[in-house]
């Protein structure tokens, strides 16, 4: 028998701007995952891949764009 996990992801929606708060701001999203370790790793690489891209050129040209 395979090892099962349950995990609770909040996601939070956020502006742009730190100093507003707005409705857009507080609003979240949580998920409740059964996985087994396999994919409980994969969803860990791909959020770490996310974190990171978030650092590369074209995402920031991106935000500032849109700023």
């Known amino acids: 028998m395979v ?3 349950t995990c609770k ?3 939070k929606a956020n502006t742009l ?4 708060e707005s409705e857009v701001a507080r ?3 949580s998920y409740v995952l ?3 370790y396999t994919n409980l ?3 860990q690489q791909e959020l770490e ?3 990171k891209s978030l650092d590369a050129p074209y995402s920031k040209k991106v ?3 849109l700023k």
């Open 3 to 5: 090892p099962k996990y």
């Open 34 to 36: 059964d996985v087994d």
């Open 17 to 20: 701007d730190d100093d507003e």
């Open 41 to 43: 790793k994969r969803i």
């Open 27 to 29: 609003a979240s999203e």
């Open 63 to 65: 935000v500032k764009f």
């Open 9 to 11: 992801l909040d996601l």
């Open 49 to 51: 891949e996310a974190l």
